[in-house]
């Protein structure tokens, strides 16, 4: 993991779209990688959540439902010279 954002649970439901526009340091990646962007409610290792207020918002719609999304993988070619994936020779 490398950047976590925390979000208000009263900008879940309605108002504009939530948008990142953050540039992100990629520190310790010294070859090609690649990415992935998940939002959800943050749990602790016996799947508890840890911000029930965010979901009490969510079940005032869909109740029992626990939020989750993901991006498709953002591929970072690092030495630019074309995409290698990992573990590839």
């Known amino acids: 993991m490398i950047l976590t954002l925390p979000i208000a649970p009263g900008r879940v439901l309605g108002g504009p ?4 526009g953050q540039l992100i340091e ?3 990646v ?9 939002a959800g ?3 602790d290792d016996q799947g508890t ?3 029930p207020q965010l979901l009490d918002t969510v079940w005032s719609v869909e109740p ?4 989750l999304a993901f991006t498709n993988p953002v591929f970072v070619d690092r030495d630019g010279h074309g995409y290698v994936p ?4």
């Open 17 to 20: 779209a939530l948008r990142f």
């Open 26 to 28: 990629l520190s310790g």
């Open 30 to 38: 010294d070859k090609d990688s690649y990415f992935l962007v998940e």
């Open 41 to 43: 409610v943050r749990i």
């Open 49 to 51: 959540p840890l911000s």
């Open 64 to 67: 029992s439902v626990v939020p």
């Open 86 to 89: 990992p573990g590839m020779p």
